[in-house]
């Protein structure tokens, strides 16, 4: 049997920013989303007191003033660099990792010894919590899908659970109290499809007749059917895909009219898209570019632009792709609107070993991207940047992060001061 276990670091960015500020613990505590808008990370005394996932702000301004919780904005240069830290832990207790996500990662630790398989987990979540101080919780089953589960159950008491250790009496009494809207992989839409056949748990799914989860919810119903009743239907990915596509865009922090604004934004996007693609050794041809104003304005309709332009030749400089973005920019942008969002996208991506003509120059990123690259990789903010996009200069397109903590890791004036 396989052992498949799923890391899941607890409430990730609230558990970061108290890794610096002690005073922290056991406080309610929420990290806001871009621009402070929805809450997307809550302690646990944060849940107590009522905030929901995915809250805007201004909806739970109430409670949070009545439970006195500490609002912070997401810093997510800290949260990154944590991120990195335990994964490069979990590396060394297995080579099949799958990073899931920021804070989650599959890892297959088949050649384990069953009956030593739950003290091992045990050491791994120890050994995170001692060298960088974030509490995880380990779920351990025969595949993803079981898992996943396994770990849902083991955070609620930030441990360890081993689901293929449990008797099959135990297997079926965490399926039944596990809803079905809960299971990894069933949406919204897929949920409501089970619950008008009747099926409103993860155990009632397992036993449903196979022709009737295939018909209702093709193949990716059948495999997670399948997954729930032990069986292996989705690998360990320790490879990751390229992107067919790399968006980049971001709501500002207030409206704009000015075309510089959306240029400088626009670069920026572009850049690290650009950054992204090189990373994975990619090409793109085709380049698409969008503004948008403030769908939530009372005072003007909502305005919603874009262009798409095809290069003569797929490339991945940044300088090209620059030179492109602000032409379509400059055809599409429409004085007087104010603007709240700004967003470009890479597409008709392919790898680089394509073949150039006669004629053509080479498309491979230039040495001064490569540079650029190079020197910024380990920075928060920019040693070299292109001066289209400007990113020292404040701007009022720029993302409202009022409440951020320190870059506690990635810069040297805000690293933690002791004082002895």
């Known amino acids: 049997m396989k052992q498949i276990a799923l890391i899941d670091c607890n409430n990730f960015y609230v558990s970061c920013e108290r890794l610096f500020q002690p005073v922290l613990r056991d406080q309610p505590v929420v990290v806001l989303s871009n621009n402070d808008g929805c809450v997307i990370s809550r302690s646990n005394e944060a849940k107590q007191a009522g905030i929901a996932m995915g809250e805007p702000l201004h909806l739970c301004q109430a409670r949070i003033n009545r439970y006195k919780v500490r609002v912070f904005s997401s810093n997510f240069s800290l949260y990154g660099d ?8 979990l590396k060394t207790f297995t080579k099949k990792i799958e990073i899931y ?28 919590y001692q060298l960088v101080g974030i509490p995880v919780s380990i779920g ?3 595949n993803k899908t079981l898992a996943k589960v396994a770990a849902s159950y083991a955070k609620q008491k930030e441990g360890v659970l081993n689901y293929n250790a449990l008797s099959q009496i135990q297997q079926d009494e965490l399926l039944r109290k596990l809803l079905v809207a809960d299971v990894w992989g069933i949406g919204k839409r897929s949920a409501s499809k089970l619950k008008a056949l009747g099926i409103y748990t993860a155990y009632e799914l397992r036993q449903a007749p196979t022709n009737l989860i295939s018909n209702k919810l093709t193949v990716v119903g059948s495999r997670l059917q399948y997954e729930l009743q032990g069986y292996t239907c989705l690998e360990i990915e320790t490879h990751t895909q390229n992107k067919k596509q790399i968006i980049s865009s971001r709501s500002f922090g207030s409206t ?15 850049s690290r898209a650009c950054q992204k693609l090189r990373q994975q050794n990619s090409l793109a041809r ?34 090209v792709f620059i030179k492109t973005a602000k032409r379509l920019l400059q055809k599409i942008f429409q004085q007087g609107v104010f603007y709240k969002k700004a967003g470009i996208a890479l597409g008709m991506i392919q790898d680089t070993s394509q073949q150039t003509g006669i004629f053509m120059t080479d498309p491979k990123n230039s040495k001064l991207d490569g540079i650029i690259d190079q020197l910024n990789r380990s920075c928060q903010n920019p040693l070299l940047f292109y001066a289209a996009h400007q990113p020292t200069k404040k701007q009022t ?11 506690y890791t990635s810069s040297w004036k ?4 002791v004082k002895i």
Request: contains cysteine.
């Open 82 to 89: 944590i991120s990195n830290r335990i994964m490069t832990i």
């Open 101 to 128: 996500s920021i804070d989650e990662a599959f890892l297959d630790l088949s050649h384990i010894p069953a009956p030593k398989c739950t003290e091992y987990l045990e050491n791994m979540r120890d050994k995170i």
């Open 140 to 142: 351990l089953g025969p």
């Open 256 to 270: 704009t009219n000015q075309l510089s604004d959306l240029e400088a934004a626009v670069s920026l996007f572009v």
């Open 286 to 319: 085709s380049l698409s570019v969008y503004i948008r104003s403030n769908p939530f304005s009372k005072n003007e309709p909502l305005t919603s632009l874009s262009d798409l332009a095809i290069l003569p030749q797929a490339s991945n400089s940044t300088p």
């Open 397 to 407: 397109w720029q993302m409202q992060r009022s409440l951020m903590s320190q870059q």
């Open 414 to 417: 805000e690293l933690l001061l």
